[in-house]
């Protein structure tokens, strides 16, 4: 690893003014409206927003699947705003690793070719012992044999994130990962990790609109219109697995609370 | 990323969808083993065809009376008489030929007790079996003696036999038949003489040359003696078959009276001028068949681009996903391509079994004695045209994947 890689001021993280503008003929779409921020190596992040907001735009960027219309993007030292096609498959393949909502993983494929298959487009050695390593860390050496339809839904995201580690990226991204996944689940992946983040000093991005989710990370990014509206640490992020996620009853009763209870006049109105 | 593991990928994927991938690949198989079964199986004929005319020697020249191509009239056609062979056989006119057989053939009606049928019978000299390595079972052929006294026997082959007299194992020797009502004494059966193209030699019916020539027909020439239908010439060893062929023509063209050469009256071929058109002519209609056999190769190849644009579509998921863990448009492209080839690799491969089956089942039951001959560059050409399909076909439906875009082929459901 080079120097950049140990220097913890400089951030893994850095983007400049970005924005991003779709063409649909006679409509300009702007998507994202000038967004700069930085992400420090071994940060675990959350980005939030309603649909619409931009921050699936955002993170596609981020995950160099797609580039911006201007601005500047540096990731780990490498500017990254204005590579090409093949540049930019490298880029993924080595520095990125993603975790998405519906697992992504290939049909009947073994867990452990499934995490070989970044180790695959890499041309590295060893591929096998590295992915037997990789789901040692997520808890699955019992299951390298295992095809996607004998795992839980739980395992199945697992696997995903040893093929996301395994490349020893610089960040992970993760989009909505426990979206399609029970509480239970939810929580063995998000206590995954934390861990990963915690004894390996995996950078880790979240793309989510669940608070909960975001409640367990270190800082909330929130965009709204193409912009970033706050960024702010989270005061007590919580340990996955040690609280327990309020009833859907007490969820509401604190939508009704905060919508009603602060001004009684506004709701006369 | 190698070949190798693309290999590893087109075959798992194929493997997924067994029955899917042998649907596609039937066109192809059926294709192949077409066109190869075709061209193995005109191999074989050609061949077949070959060692026939081979028996037959190249050292024997066939001269047969013949209208020019044309600008003269057929009737004026002065026919080959027996005063030709006497010359011919003098060895002075044509110093290249050794010996000459005689044929006349005529069109008789051949009657045993109640069984009648229309036969050629022909006429030849006492030579002939000599000349043709042709005898009877048992005893001799027709002697010099037996021609000129003009007696009225016979020699049969063995389909007339068993035409005549019911089977063909029956011994008719020493029995009376009717030709054009007079009767000749069956003096023996010839032996059974594998066929050559055209004409089956076990039908014949065969007398001495002037018994045909003067009870049978009416080849009385003013002058000349009588006609003959074919002389056979046999040449000298070691004999150039052209300088024959010319010496023959240049006396015959002095007899007839004709000084152009393009007019001549007459034709001089052997037996390998004529094994050469007729191989010729089956080569043609082989390719001709072959050509049409493979549009059927140009349907699979179609079958091979439908099913592979299918797998594309159902795939981009797969696709979006390698391409946001690191594979390049290009790593993409050639997965596509390997199985795209693959497929249309083993469709070749299942063609050529089923050529195998085919060529060895048609050369044993439909073609006695034709071999079919499945050479290694039929192989070849069989692997090559299927790459090709794989390739030209594959193209298309890989390049589609190649160029999706990771986001979209991730967010495709």
């Excluded at chain 1, 071994?42 to 219309?69: C, F, H, R, W, Y």
């Excluded at chain 2, 593991?5 to 067994?18: G, P, Q, T, V």
């Excluded at chain 2, 061209?39 to 001269?63: H, K, M, N, P, W």
């Excluded at chain 2, 044993?364 to 039929?378: E, K, R, Y």
Aim: negative net charge.
């Amino acid at each position: 690893m080079n120097d950049l890689h140990t220097n913890n001021h400089v951030p893994v993280i850095d983007i400049l003014g970005i924005t991003k503008t779709y063409d649909m003929g006679k409509l300009k779409l702007d998507v994202l409206k000038g967004i700069s921020l930085q992400i420090q190596r071994g940060e675990i992040v959350s980005i939030m927003g309603p649909s619409g907001s931009g921050k699936s735009t955002l993170m596609n960027i981020l995950g160099a699947l797609d580039q911006p219309t201007t601005g500047a993007y540096n990731l780990d030292g490498e500017d990254i705003a204005k590579l090409s096609q093949v540049e930019l498959a490298r880029i993924r393949n080595r520095k990125i690793g993603f975790v998405f909502q519906s697992f992504n993983l290939l049909k009947r494929t073994s867990a452990q070719r499934q995490v070989e298959l970044p180790l695959i487009y890499a041309g590295s050695r060893d591929r096998a012992k590295k992915a037997r390593a990789a789901l040692e860390a997520v808890g699955l050496e019992d299951r390298l044999d295992h095809l996607p339809s004998e795992l839980s839904g739980g395992q199945q995201q697992r696997v995903a994130i040893a093929r996301a580690i395994v490349g020893d990226p610089s960040i992970i991204l993760a989009d909505e990962p426990t979206g399609n996944l029970d509480s239970k689940s939810g929580t063995e992946v998000m206590q995954i990790f934390q861990r990963l983040n915690r004894e390996q000093g995996i950078t880790t991005v979240f793309v989510t609109h669940d608070p909960w989710i975001a409640r367990h990370t270190q800082r909330v990014i929130m965009i709204r219109d193409g912009q970033i509206v706050a960024d702010q640490p989270v005061a007590e992020p919580l340990v996955a697995g040690e609280a327990e996620r309020p009833s859907e009853a007490e969820e509401l009763q604190g939508i009704f609370e905060a919508a009603y209870a602060p001004s009684e006049a506004g709701a006369a109105d | 990323m190698n070949v190798f593991e693309n290999l590893r990928i087109a075959l798992d994927n194929l493997l997924l969808n067994r029955l899917r991938a042998l649907l596609t690949i039937l066109g192809i198989v059926i294709g192949v083993a077409a066109v190869t079964s075709l061209i193995s199986l005109g191999r074989g004929v050609e061949s077949y065809v070959a060692s026939q005319f081979e028996g037959l020697g190249a050292d024997i020249l066939t001269i047969r009376a013949s209208p020019p191509r044309r600008g003269f009239n057929r009737l004026a056609i002065k026919p080959l008489t027996t005063e030709n062979v006497t010359a011919l056989a003098s060895g002075v006119v044509a110093p290249s030929v050794r010996a000459v057989t005689a044929e006349y053939q005529v069109q008789a009606t051949v009657v045993y007790g109640y069984d009648s049928l229309s036969s050629s019978i022909r006429g030849v000299s006492a030579n002939y079996a000599a000349a043709n390595d042709w005898y009877p079972l048992e005893g001799g052929f027709f002697t010099e003696q037996d021609n000129t006294a003009q007696a009225q026997i016979a020699l049969l082959g063995s389909s007339t036999v068993e035409d005549l007299f019911g089977s063909a194992s029956y011994d008719p020797t020493g029995l009376t038949i009717l030709i054009n009502n007079l009767p000749f004494t069956v003096v023996g059966v010839m032996e059974e003489k594998s066929s050559t193209f055209g004409q089956d030699p076990n039908s014949a019916i065969l007398v001495p040359l002037l018994t045909a020539q003067s009870k049978l027909g009416n080849a009385r020439v003013a002058g000349a003696g009588y006609s003959v239908s074919t002389i056979q010439a046999q040449l000298v060893e070691d004999a150039d078959v052209d300088r024959a062929t010319d010496e023959i023509e240049a006396y015959l063209l002095a007899e007839h009276g004709i000084t152009d050469s393009t007019q001549a009256d007459f034709s001089i071929s052997n037996p390998e001028t004529i094994s050469e058109a007729r191989t010729e002519v089956f080569t043609t209609l082989t390719l001709f068949l072959s050509a049409i056999a493979a549009i059927s190769l140009l349907v699979g190849g179609i079958g091979v681009m439908n099913i592979m644009l299918v797998s594309v579509s159902e795939r981009t998921r797969e696709i979006g996903l390698r391409k946001a863990v690191g594979a390049r448009s290009r790593d993409i492209l050639s997965q596509f391509m390997i199985e795209a080839i693959m497929l249309s690799l083993l469709g070749g491969a299942g063609g050529v079994l089923l050529a195998l089956g085919i060529t060895t089942i048609a050369g044993q039951a439909l073609l006695s004695g034709v071999t079919p001959s499945l050479s290694p560059d039929v192989l070849l050409l069989a692997t090559g045209v299927c790459s090709a399909i794989g390739i030209l076909f594959g193209l298309y439906p890989a390049n589609r994947a190649a160029r999706m875009q990771p986001i979209q082929a991730l967010r495709f459901e």
